[in-house]
């Protein structure tokens, strides 16, 4: 089994997002329909009143973390997860920076880069699990 896909066994994870990651909504999603504990933090300029606005007001035990923000905002939220305790982290798709996997691999925090949570995470007939199979194809699964 990939990386990939058994980040997903775990029982819960603080989703990071700013609102401009579409997949994340969908991703918070997924997952509570599959019974995992979620914890949103919403860092946008708008955050919704419910949802916690800090990495700081997470909990701590929690398993791991998914961080759907502009590339300019990974690397501070690594640094807030690991002081959370969080050890594993995926940064969304086409947001990791060089300088946020340096920081992972300096707090010795795993952590996913380079792929879209929800071409693993998705099930059914629908454009991320086409995008996974195109990604097999590719060999860039």
């Not at 819960?12 to 401009?20: L, M, Q, V």
């Not at 060089?98 to 880069?113: D, G, P, R, T």
């Amino acid at each position: 089994m990939l990386e990939q896909e058994s980040f997903w066994e775990n029982s819960s994870f603080a989703i990071i997002t700013d609102k401009t990651k579409p997949a994340m909504k969908l991703t918070i999603d997924e997952l509570a329909r599959r019974g995992k504990k979620v914890y949103v933090v919403d860092l946008s300029d708008s955050p919704d009143k419910e949802i916690m606005q800090s990495i700081s007001d997470l909990p701590q035990d929690i398993d791991c973390a998914i961080i759907g923000l502009k590339r300019e905002n990974t690397e501070n939220a690594i640094v807030e997860l690991k002081k959370k305790g969080i050890k594993k982290c995926w940064i969304h798709w086409r947001t990791e920076t060089i300088q946020a996997k340096k920081k992972c691999a300096e707090l010795q925090m795993k952590c996913i880069f380079g792929k879209c949570p929800m071409m693993y995470l998705s099930h059914g007939f629908n454009i991320h699990t086409m995008h996974g199979s195109l990604a097999k194809l590719l060999g860039k699964y």
